[in-house]
DNA sequence: TTGAAAGCGCTAACAC
DNA sequence: GTGTTAGCGCTTTCAA
């Protein structure tokens, strides 16, 4: 019965037309005498004729596949699928759809879906940047293919960029308990590689100084166990903080479980920076410097399909604020 | 300086060799010299060469784009999310890419979807059903691209399904419920279209009559506010129920906050279908029958790899079973 | 307005 | 081992 999809040619044939009026009434071209576009809309139909996009592409002098690729952290996190789920949303109506793919902060993985990406022919890129130099791209990318990077500046390669008000949101956080009175504020944190982080702490430790106050950090914390341990490490020193800031969701809530066990947390305040489900039923309710991952998706792709529409201009850099939410944790007085 | 990227026929004469060994090469055939593979690897790299994945396809006999079409309730939400990041994991080693949709519960948009992958050559679809037939796949998918079914059965076309436990999984709940002495358990829940709502009630029916005890069904909740006010209101009744079996996710939430507003949380008995994160930070923690959607996105993946690989034999039936995770609110005596 | 021929970048089939 | 020829399904170009 089947002996492969139809082609266009076979459409020809049912219809009794030759193959590039076909092609006309396909594409909706408007030369084309209705009675004939009435016949191979017949065929069409009767044959479940599809066109085959790949040698469209193939031929075609535009050659777009809209599709774009978007490149995550992890397709499995909140944030991101928030983000992703923002991306889909702006990009449906235009009749785009979304390659995706998680790097794990890994560069190699970065570019090997960017390699993966090209070569499904994406229109255009959203990138989480998850290495210190997108250089690469250049190499990789067909001329012409926007990126627009997302949450992390990237080096080497020109494409507007989304940023969440990193040192802003933080320097927010530590006034606001500065604010209850704290005097003592230690930051904890993930201080590696990533620029976030590093804006996070700048942030804490602008506030810090101009208040006059010491600075405690502790870094190098990358999961939810790390982090409560250190908070249980932190909280019994001798002259321990009177208030946390906590630069990453996972960090915070380590944090809310440390004290938790030491029974402090009505006691010692807390703010962090990434909201989480559930923070509001916690007892105390989390305080936290929200962003907005969706307006960061929507921004981001935004951006892109305007490039795709051939908008050419400098790259912009567009920041998305973030909130203080106080819930509790964060107005306990120092 | 670009005149469009470099193409075989470039590569083959800054190589000084025929097209067709470029071709040989470019697919790691063996039966080309060792000094021409160095000729062409050279020119290939020196020219930033990358096949084209189209025009290879078009001509190409298998016909494989090594991507795969993910279409789920909403990519944004948790459960979804980490569906995607599983099938991610199995696809990765295997070079084959991931595209994704939201349905949002719409069958005409789960049509487009699937019309729009078709479109870019997916070798196969892992599809959540929104609509209740699929007989349209016939249509719209070329012959032998296989599709899995999650999460909900399939009607009119054939494939693989992976389900969770729906009905075991709710009897084990009320069960739970009645072995720590509760005589009278309430049903909170979505009634609505969807098969997997039906089957978390059938298991709770068949329970609580099996153990003679009075069925209080409360459906039509979409969410999360929706839950909390049929909560407050069961609860106020003159005879409320001294349990609660929550039969899925933002219901249990809405329940949760409904206790807390009436002080009843280490009164009255709750058992959540769908775990949550920081169900365990919540007082008391949040009884729950967990699901596993990552185990269910790697046996849709595994599943839908095999049948891209050529295995043919009936559709098969898998069946990722619940855990009771028992966090402290289930536990409360009746 | 419609059609015939050429060819997009690549691989299958068959020479050499 | 290597090259040549034809053609995948479609759009372009140009002629009718």
Redesign the interface.
Known sequence: M?Q??PTMNDVARSAGVSLKTVSRVVNGETTVAPALVARVREAVASL?Y??????S??RRNDRR?S?IGLLLT?????F???L???V?DEARPR?V??????LDEDPDRERE?V???????ADGLILVPAGPDQGYLA??L??GVPVVFVDRPAAGFPGDTVLTGNAAGAAEAVRHLIGYGHRHIAYLGDLARIATARRRLRGYLGVVEDAGLPPTVVGGLHDTAAAEASTLDLLRRTQPPTALFTAQNLIT?GA??AL?RLGLQHAVALVGFDD???AD???PGVTVVAQDPAEMGRAAARALLKRMDGHTAEPREIRIPTTLIPRGSGEIPG
């Open positions: 089947t492969g999809r479940h599809r066109p085959h996009l790949g040698a592409m193939l596949t599709t992890d397709v499995g996190n909140p991101s699928a928030m992703h789920r923002a889909e009749g759809y979304v390659l995706t793919g998680s879906l390699r993966a990406f090209a070569r499904r022919h190499l990789e067909p001329d809530i809310v479980r938790r989480f489900p559930l039923l916690l007892d």
